[in-house]
């Protein structure tokens, strides 16, 4: 997974960009029979999910809760599947253009829904990249601008290319069928303000064609460059691609952090923002895990409810605002996971010895029911004996934490790991 420089993040100090538009309108003529009956991002990935799914799973776990899609072809379709879904956080709207008009058009039929700044994502193409870090680099942005992110492809051939005058974009090369080899490409994902849809007089409109290109002119427009996976469903054989490739791409690591101790320093019950603190090196972790597409789960004993010192919505207000504060330096947790419960707990309903609490496993395991994760490739980091009983239970590796920087101490073991895997293959 691709994620900017940490110099680049650690200017960032906007506000948090929350919401996602994903343009899901197209009618995929390229697929022929296949879109028949179906739109093109709802085609199966497997047996469980089709693209659209794996679309929103990334942008909701990485803190986007407002998820918008804009249909068009067969929208009735998309709006039954997806309109009111929840995922995690994030809840789901879908809006229903009564004609194509473009993507620029599509915007528009958006726009009494959208937000100062928000990303616009294709509803047919997948880039596996840390979409935080990209809008940390470029939340700033002046009304009128906006950012594209960057794919490199070995083969341009079908794609137009962009050329960059720094992180600046100078110019969209039409494709050249004949001249293969790699290149960037506008990846179709955006970050944008609101005040570029009065750029959109005519329509339809297209983004990419009439858009973009009036606002390099006025050098409004900005690019970062990823390295991550990148495919577009829109042929057979991207299709096909897609379907071997995804399911085993999202089934990814996990390091599961325990809270208070290892992301927080422990000031005994830390039910607040008044009292919270972040430890030395916790956010920079958090990042790091991001930027190596692992996933990264928070599972946190919370006895403070059980005896009443603040309550479970106390506990939500607290991780929300971890989240944004997270955000602004480009890093994001998939989950939260929290266990309120106590054997000697005095609040009504929450004097329990309850098999989430740690030492068990049962935060772990409800995560690896509910997330796509590896367990054979995931570590718990914690600092009491409780949170690597609770490891060892679910069978993930378990790494104390005493103390120090968090992001030194993963950064340790995860080379300690890849040596003793080197050494293994030797």
């Given amino acids: 997974m691709w994620a900017l420089n940490s110099s680049e993040i650690a200017s960032a100090s906007h506000e948090p960009v929350r919401q996602a538009v994903l343009l899901v309108g197209g009618r995929g003529t390229r697929l022929g029979s296949l879109v028949a009956n179906l739109p093109k991002p709802m085609m199966a990935m497997d047996d469980r999910r089709c693209f659209l799914d794996i679309l929103l799973g990334e942008f909701a776990r990485q803190g986007f809760d407002d998820l918008i899609l804009v249909a068009g072809y067969l929208g009735d379709q998309l709006r039954a599947r997806f309109h009111g879904r929840r995922i995690g956080e994030a809840r789901v709207r879908v809006v229903v253009e009564e004609e194509a008009r473009g993507t620029g058009g599509a915007l528009r039929e958006a726009e009494p829904l959208l937000a100062s700044r928000f990303i616009v994502s294709n509803g047919d193409s997948f880039l596996d990249a840390n979409v935080r870090a990209f809008v940390a680099r470029w939340g700033g942005l002046n009304p009128g601008e906006a950012a594209l992110l960057l794919a490199r ?125 972040w430890m030395d090196g916790a956010i920079d972790a958090v990042r790091l895990v991001n930027d190596r597409g692992w996933r990264a789960v928070v599972v946190t004993n919370q006895a403070g409810v059980a005896k009443g010192y603040y309550s479970e919505d106390d506990v939500r207000t607290l991780h929300a605002f971890m989240s944004d504060e997270l955000a602004r330096a480009g890093a994001f947790i998939d989950r939260f996971y929290h266990c309120p419960f106590h054997p000697e707990g005095t609040a009504p309903g929450y004097r329990l010895d309850h098999t989430h609490r740690k030492p068990a496993p049962g935060m772990i395991l409800h995560a690896l029911g509910e997330l796509d994760i590896d367990p054979s490739t995931s570590l718990l980091i914690g600092d009491k004996d409780s949170d690597l009983a609770a490891a060892a239970a679910a069978h993930i590796k378990g790494v104390p934490f005493s103390g120090g920087n968090v992001a030194a101490a993963l950064r340790a073991h995860v080379a300690r790991r890849s040596d003793a895997r080197e050494g293994a293959d030797r």
Avoid at 232 to 260: C, K, M, S, Y
């Fill in 153 to 277: 492809v070995e083969d341009s051939s079908r794609y137009g290319t962009v050329e960059l005058d720094g992180s600046r974009v100078a110019a969209f090369l039409e494709k050249e069928p004949e001249r293969r080899g790699p290149g960037m490409i506008n990846a179709g994902v955006y970050l944008m303000t609101r005040e570029i849809l009065g750029e959109i007089n005519v329509l339809p409109c297209s983004m990419e064609r009439d858009v973009f290109p009036a606002l390099v002119v006025r050098g409004a427009l900005f690019a970062s460059p990823s390295e991550g996976y990148f495919i577009d469903i829109g042929l057979p054989d991207t299709l096909e691609e897609a379907r071997r490739v995804l399911p085993v791409l999202l089934r990814r690591p996990a390091v599961f952090f325990d809270r208070d101790g290892v992301l927080n320093v422990d000031h005994g019950h830390v039910g607040g923002r008044d009292r919270f603190e």
